[in-house]
């Protein structure tokens, strides 16, 4: 079978220290086929970004030396904010990337991780990830170049509920006019696997907006651990591969040069 990890930080991401190259000897020991490493960008100061002159040269020396065991794709995440929508348009289309994921990282300019605090205290739930998923539909209208949105629901991770989960029923309008939004666009999401990582046992999304997309029309859809140290490369994707067999794809989709092509799972 077809083994793909299409979401892997390095050092080159804030948030990581893991050499690149030893993501990738993680992922040929995991008997992955194919990677695609996508360090962060995000558009606010507290974050430093990679300088793709020379991150891509140095992929391109460890694609060439690896060339007969995995093959690897040039991709990035970055961060969608529709009020920062030329910066994100700008680097997308600076660089060849093979696979963009579009995040929600930051809401209203509220960074979920720094400003946890600052953003869910004041607001309820019902409040909170409202704004989150009219965010992320304002996101997609407004950065044009993404290949799949990030961790659809990521918000149930830095939530200060009693239950952060994002439950579909509970948000099924809003979710769905993101759903259609992205489908309207040629647009797919990702299975992020983290979520076992983060002490929800599921992935994000959950099989329910999985099985929605299908419903509405979605196919593209890509797995990815969003591993920031080699232990966790292709970790969990197992789950992410029994959710798709159970929402009823037939295949997986990976990018060259940010086009879709479908493998038979
Ligand atoms: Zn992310
Ligand atoms: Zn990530």
Do not use: W
């Not at 830095?158 to 993101?178: K, P, Q, R, T």
């Amino acid at each position: 079978m077809f083994l793909m990890d299409y979401h892997i930080h390095t050092s080159f991401s804030a948030d990581s220290e893991a050499p690149m190259e030893d993501m990738i000897l993680a992922a040929i020991d995991k008997g992955l086929d194919e990677i695609a490493f996508t360090d962060h960008v995000d558009f606010d100061e507290r974050y430093t970004h990679p300088d793709y002159n020379l991150y891509i040269p140095y992929l391109d020396d460890l694609r060439h030396k690896y060339k007969d065991d995995i093959s690897i794709k040039l991709g990035i995440e970055v961060g969608l904010e529709n009020t920062k929508a030329d910066l994100v348009n700008t680097i997308t289309a600076a660089f060849p990337f093979d696979f963009i994921i579009g995040s929600s990282h930051s809401v209203k300019c509220y960074d979920l991780y720094f400003d946890q605090n600052e953003f869910f205290s004041s607001r309820t739930k019902q409040e909170a990830y409202s704004t989150y998923f009219e965010e992320m539909l304002k996101n997609i209208r407004s950065c044009t170049d993404f290949c799949v949105y990030g961790h659809l629901n990521f918000v149930s991770r830095y939530g200060l509920y009693e239950d952060n989960a994002v439950n579909y029923m509970e948000f099924s309008s809003l979710i769905d006019a993101v759903l259609k939004e992205l489908i309207e666009r040629g647009k797919g999401i990702e299975i992020n696997t983290s979520g076992y990582r983060y002490g929800i046992n599921d992935c994000y999304p959950d099989i329910e907006i999985l099985k929605r997309y299908k419903a509405l029309g979605g196919e593209i859809v890509t797995v990815g651990s969003d591993a920031h140290f080699p232990r966790d490369v292709a970790d969990h994707i197992g789950a992410a591969y029994d959710m798709l067999n159970i929402a009823g794809y037939k295949y997986v989709t990976v990018f060259k040069g940010r086009e879709p092509s479908f493998i038979t799972l």
